[in-house]
Each structure stands twice: as structure tokens, then as C-alpha cells.
């Protein structure tokens, strides 16, 4: 489960993310629901599908 305020690794480029918030985004004419995300040490936010988030994500390892 994808949660808040947590910090998350991208498979290819292997750089951490922050997941800020939930949201919903269209894909193909249908509202999914989304992940809000930024780099670590960046303001600069992104969107993905939360299936895509899932699929190219895994939990930061501590």
C-alpha cells in the first residue's frame, strides 16, 4: 500500500521520492486514482496513475 509521506525509489533511475498527496487523473477517458509525488530534495511535482506508481516503486529501504 502506497502511503503518504513516504519515501519511495524509482526501479530504473534509482533516485528517492516523497509521496505528497492522492488525486485522481484520466486515463483513457476514465478517472483513476494518482499518485502526487516529488524528488527528494526538489519542490517539483509529478502525477502517475497509482497502478504505474506501483508497478515503477518500492519503498525505500532503510
Given at each position: 500500500?502506497?502511503?503518504?509521506?513516504?519515501?519511495y525509489t524509482h526501479y530504473k533511475n534509482?533516485?528517492?521520492y516523497l509521496?505528497?498527496?492522492f488525486c485522481k487523473i484520466q486515463d483513457n477517458d476514465t478517472w483513476v486514482?494518482?499518485?502526487l509525488y516529488c524528488p527528494v530534495n526538489e519542490t517539483l511535482?509529478?502525477?502517475r496513475s497509482l497502478k504505474e506508481f506501483q508497478e515503477k516503486f518500492?519503498?525505500?529501504?532503510?
Open positions: 500500500m502506497i502511503q503518504k509521506n513516504k519515501i534509482k533516485e528517492d509521496v505528497k498527496d486514482q494518482a499518485v511535482l509529478f502525477v518500492s519503498p525505500k529501504n532503510k
